[in-house]
């Protein structure tokens, strides 16, 4: 004799099921009615906006700099607000603070791990923050006095549960912002070491991320292997605004100078900006010839030029509006892993697995 | 039944988001193109990357300098 199923839990499996259906149909949905909101709005290119625009010159960019002194490859770089001091950290553990005017090496940390995926100037220029596959993010504070040692002034600040990939102070040194291969984001303060919010919404692991440029913007995008970029409310920690057109990880990230729109670099070899008024992608920056992935973007002062590191080692340099290459840079032996253009925008920074770092202007 | 409340938490939360991105004000492209366009525009003198400025300026280039002795 059969025994007969127990009905309580059939009829709450059924509902289970008929609630999951439901909300499948509802996200179906209101993803095809976004699909048609943006698609309304796509009435023009950007290049098209851009015709009048004056066409620009022959560019000539050359290393200026050479900083030589990393034992192995170099991951991340970022400028100090004084224009001149860089700090750099690489795959041999160590995080270096240059002079890039005189390329001396002012103050050098070891850290703990290898892989120092990440680092960051604090915007008062006293203090550093790195991290890496310790998935943790710490603050050193800068030394006036060359022989002190910098690691027994270290702060721990952020803890993840997968390496870190990127960090950045927000507009004061008592907040950093991270990123980590554990899918996650999150924001931090320096003092206490207290995790203020986190951002949840990737799928895969974040590997980059970007301040809004305004002081009172208060949002962040990110980018991710789930090759999306999303925009992220720092106080509610909330996710505003997702774009998924890249057919790869996301790289880079970094905002257009009025705040207005981002561009982004992906191992898909293409680069691309998305228009946040617009809510989607308004230009892809890519060639046929362009195969290689790419690691870094960075806008120069008037966001009409985006400079890209690649895979193959070197430099595109893009036209914003019209979509063009304007100039290739070679000079880097191996890839290019980071790329910042300065403050004041006179020069950029890239770092390389050929383990220096290179000043172009 | 735990895996069963899992995934409807899960769709749940993708609903609220897309409805999220669902209700946010968007513009035109031809408006906020002509907008970004004329922020390069407005601010193209003072880029010196993109201008080029004199080796005097740019502390980066080589300058002819005195070498004091």
């Known amino acids: ?361 | 039944m735990c895996s069963g409340s899992n995934s409807i938490i899960q769709a749940q939360k993708l609903v609220d988001q897309l409805q999220i991105e669902a209700g946010m004000e968007r513009f035109k492209i031809s408006l906020t193109a002509a907008d970004l366009v004329q922020y390069c525009q407005e601010h193209r003198r003072s880029d010196p990357l993109l201008t080029g400025i004199s080796a005097s300026s740019n502390p980066f280039k080589d300058k002819k300098t005195c070498v004091l002795l």
Request: proline share 2%.
């Open chain 1, 1 to 361: 004799m059969r025994s007969p199923p127990i009905p309580e839990m059939a009829t709450q499996e059924v509902q289970l099921n008929e609630t999951l259906a439901h909300l499948k149909t509802e996200s179906d949905t209101l993803k095809t009615k976004l699909e048609e909101e943006r698609a309304k709005l796509h009435d023009v290119e950007l290049h098209q906006v851009a015709e009048k625009v004056e066409a620009l010159g022959q560019f000539v960019m050359k290393t200026r700099r050479t900083l030589k002194g990393h034992g192995n490859k170099v991951l991340c770089m970022d400028w100090c607000k004084d224009k001149r001091r860089i700090v750099s950290s690489s795959q041999d553990g160590k995080v270096i603070v240059w002079d890039a005017f005189t390329t001396n090496k002012e103050h050098a940390v070891t850290m703990p791990c290898t892989w120092v995926m990440a680092c960051a100037y604090a915007p008062s220029g006293c203090a550093v923050a790195c991290g890496g596959l310790d998935n943790k993010c710490s603050v050193y504070p800068l030394s006036l006095d060359k022989n002190e040692n910098l690691a027994a002034k270290k702060k721990s600040v952020a803890m993840h549960t997968n390496y870190l990939s990127a960090c950045c102070f927000t507009n004061s040194d008592m907040q950093i912002l991270t990123s980590s291969g554990d899918g996650t984001c999150a924001l931090w303060d320096v003092e206490s070491g207290q995790l203020l919010q986190s951002f949840h919404g990737h799928a895969a692991d974040v590997l980059c991320l970007d301040l809004a440029p305004s002081e009172t913007a208060n949002t962040f995008v990110s980018g991710g292997c789930d090759k999306k970029a999303n925009v992220w409310d720092m106080r509610s920690g909330q996710c505003i605004q997702s774009f998924e057109t890249h057919e790869s990880d996301i790289n880079s990230v970094r905002y257009y100078p009025s705040g207005d729109a981002f561009a982004s670099g992906s191992d898909d070899a293409t680069c691309r900006l998305y228009d946040l008024r617009a809510d989607r992608e308004v230009a892809i920056y890519s060639k046929e010839s362009i195969i290689f992935g790419v690691s870094s973007v960075d806008f120069s002062l008037s966001g009409r030029l985006l400079f890209g590191g690649y895979n193959d080692y070197t430099i595109n340099v893009w036209d914003v509006l019209k979509g063009t290459r304007v100039s290739i840079l070679f000079g880097h032996e191996n890839r290019v892993s980071t790329l910042r253009v300065s403050p004041d925008g006179t020069a950029f920074c890239t770092g390389s697995w050929d383990h220096t770092l290179r000043i172009w202007a």
